[in-house]
């Protein structure tokens, strides 16, 4: 596999993985599509395997998670997050990005 097409499988399964229902799927796919062709990517669904995924993960899925992105302020922070939301079982999937303001933004996907 050449490095470009394992950038390309690597963003649709992210696509996948963040996405928290089918029609956010639909626009994600299409955001990683039009991102691909815009940086000079073949044609990124020329091979519906990169784009689709091989479904080997959807047999160990977690139950429904609401995906919610939050700017990343440290270690520290993600972890006391993460645990919290694991003690309390609450069904949030959080994504950490970088954030371009302090100011806190959390988004559902």
């Known amino acids: 596999m050449s490095t470009k097409e394992a950038v390309a499988k690597n963003f649709y399964r992210t696509a ?4 928290s229902g089918p029609q956010e799927l639909k626009h994600s796919l299409q955001k990683v599509d039009e991102l691909l062709s815009k940086n000079g990517y073949p044609n990124p669904r020329a091979n519906d395997s990169i784009a689709e995924g ?3 993960r959807d047999k160990k899925r977690q139950p429904l998670l609401i995906t ?4 990343y302020s440290g ?3 993600k972890n006391s997050l993460r645990r919290e939301i ?3 079982g609450l069904p949030l999937r959080p994504i950490f990005t970088p954030g371009k303001t302090l100011k806190f933004e959390a988004r559902v996907l």
């Open 86 to 88: 694991k003690k309390n």
């Open 54 to 56: 091989s479904g080997k």
């Open 16 to 19: 996948r993985e963040v996405s």
């Open 75 to 77: 270690e520290r922070d």
């Open 68 to 71: 919610v992105c939050i700017p």
